[in-house]
């Protein structure tokens, strides 16, 4: 026997009015009935007991897979953006060099780099591979020779200075100064004021074959990065020292480029194979770390779609929540078809109880991870090893797009899953549930 309805004008406007007038003695105020009867459903059976047990346990399984989700992606956008600003302190947005080695007319070249506009500094530097002892301990940096006041305009590194200042950078007693990271300073155990030798491979050639180069520098300062891989692996030297000490005379190993948009680095290709021409060219800071930056971009990817499966597992629980709901309320369903409700009303009624049960989700989880990570960020309730993640602490950085694509990805996920469970219970036959009553 098949149930047919019949539903002429007048009987929709009577049976919408008796509704409405339902739902505002009930609450009050004038909402929709789907939404009234959605909200009774996600309520214990029981009176005074709250929402149900299962409707609870849906809620939270999107919570946590929101809390979870956020805090990961706030993490590694952490520990992308400190990475790159440590990177970008120490190291010059991009740098012109010469296919030849040493750059003899550097200052004609800074110049002619200066007058683009896009470029604001530009600073010269002697760059190479040393061995730096004290005593009995030794360890091999690279030493780079700069111009205190240029290098200022290019990088950050000389403004992390530990003790004194710029203005101490002077030769001490007929020794020309050297600035070491502060991690190298306790591996050698030096101070400033301790004289240390450096000592380059590349000598000259003696009666018993290639002879090492030793200088003695004196310890001026030590700076602090916060990067272990720089704290410990570079050391600062006056540019002059350093061109006698690599036998580069008058030359340079190459410019150093400071410019008004870090982002834009790879155009000083261009100006530069313009301006310049062969056999000058130019590396920036995203193609000398273009490595790093894609492993870490690739990862949070993988952690962003591995997490969200958290979610996904989540929408079951709310799938099963739906079914449940719709066995345990056929005959609630076949008296509103018998009161008028046509089958798209019925689905309504559940996609808006699975919607309510995601947007709650959704909002805790925000909560929760927002919090989370407030607490991870204020009070460095993680401690990391420099020496294998570049970096001594966590670092968190929230992201008002990524709780976007979070918050969105969660309720929509939340949405689908109850496409099923709703239409099944607009196919409820009114006549089955009722036949008996």
């Known amino acids: 026997m098949r149930s047919v309805q019949f539903e002429s004008p007048c009987f929709c406007a009577a049976r919408d009015r008796q509704q409405s007038k339902i739902c505002n003695h009930a609450t009050g105020m004038k909402i929709p009935y789907q939404l009234f009867i959605a909200l009774r459903y996600l309520k214990s059976k029981k009176r005074h007991r709250g929402i149900s047990f299962n ?21 590694m956008t952490g520990f992308h953006e400190d990475l790159q600003g440590k990177i970008l302190g120490a190291n010059a947005h991009a740098v012109v060099l010469n296919h030849k080695g040493v750059m003899e007319n550097y200052r004609s070249v800074m110049e002619t ?8 500094a530009a ?11 004290s005593g009995k301990r030794a360890h091999g940096v ?7 006041q240029l290098e200022l305009q290019t990088t950050e590194i000389l403004r992390k200075l530990k003790v004194g200042s710029v203005d101490n950078l002077q030769p001490k007693d007929g020794k020309p100064w050297i600035i070491v990271g502060y ?14 030798n450096v000592v380059s491979p590349v000598g000259e050639i003696g009666p018993l074959g290639m002879l090492p180069k030793v200088k003695q520098f004196i310890v001026v300062d030590v700076f602090q990065m916060g990067m272990f891989e720089y704290d410990t692996n570079l050391v600062l030297a006056d540019l002059k020292s350093a061109q006698d000490f690599f036998g580069y ?10 410019l008004q948009d870090p982002y834009k680095a790879n155009l000083v290709h261009a100006v530069v194979m313009e301006k310049l021409g062969f056999p000058f060219y130019a590396r920036d800071w995203m193609q000398m770390n273009r ?18 499966l958290i979610i996904l597992v989540a929408s079951f629980n709310i799938v099963s929540t739906l079914m449940m709901n719709v066995v345990e309320k056929e005959r609630e369903i076949a008296i509103l078809k018998s009161m008028g409700s046509t089958n798209r009303e019925i689905m309504h009624i559940f996609m808006i109880q699975g919607l309510l049960i995601g947007l709650v989700g959704t ?37 008002l797009f990524d709780f976007a694509v979070v918050s969105v990805s969660a309720v929509a996920i939340s949405f689908l899953s109850t496409i099923y469970p709703s239409y099944q219970a607009a196919k409820v036959n009114p006549v089955e549930p009722l036949r008996y009553e």
């Open 113 to 120: 780099m200066k007058s683009d506009p896009r470029i604001t």
């Open 363 to 399: 909002a805790i989880g925000l909560t929760l991870g927002s919090s989370l990570c407030y607490i991870l960020n204020e009070y460095k309730v993680i401690d990391l090893p420099a020496d294998i993640y570049y970096l001594s602490k966590l670092p968190v950085k929230v992201n």
């Open 249 to 258: 005379g008058i030359g340079v190993t190459g410019i150093e480029l400071r």
């Open 55 to 75: 409707t609870a346990v849906s809620i939270g399984g999107v919570a946590v897979g929101v809390m979870a989700l956020l805090v990961v992606l706030s993490v």
């Open 183 to 196: 991690e190298l300073a306790g591996m050698l155990g030096i101070i400033p004021g301790d004289t240390v």
């Open 291 to 308: 490595n790093l930056f894609s492993a870490l971009k690739l990862e949070k990817l993988a952690m962003f779609i591995i997490l969200v």
């Open 123 to 133: 600073a010269p530097f002697a760059m190479g591979q040393v061995m730096l002892s």
């Open 142 to 148: 690279y030493m780079r020779g700069i111009e205190p």
